[in-house]
């Protein structure tokens, strides 16, 4: 657990650097008790990914992010690099909802 902790730590950093959003917009969800098939083989590791933002989502994001994950999922978990799909979404404010809101329509701060 406490493995999974660090990487989701080190991950979080990571990927608001490469987003180029705060960390405090940043989620990671690491599920390791899946049984995943990947061409086939469920028994050699292999990973999915999601990458969801409002903004960000393009190709010059996409491919930094890209690899990093490439490098963290094989250091981290021994998934090879052609073992992992990675799924990259750019929301809408509107379609992206927080604290009883959508990011659209979040009330303004107060002073």
Request: glycine content about 4%; hydrophobic content about 40%; some cysteine.
């Amino acid at each position: 657990r406490e493995e999974l902790v660090a990487f989701s730590q080190e991950l979080t950093r990571n990927l608001a650097e490469l987003i180029e959003k705060p960390e405090q917009w940043i989620g990671i969800d690491v599920q390791t008790d899946q049984v995943l098939t990947f061409a086939g083989d469920a028994t050699t590791p292999c990973a999915f990914c999601q990458v969801t933002s409002i903004g960000n989502i393009d190709l010059e994001h996409n491919t930094k992010i890209s690899a990093h994950l490439a490098a963290a999922l094989e250091a981290a978990f021994g998934v090879p690099p052609t073992r992992y799909y990675c799924a990259f979404d750019d929301y809408e404010r509107q379609n992206m909802g927080w604290n009883a809101h959508t990011f659209a329509n979040l009330p303004a701060k107060k002073e």
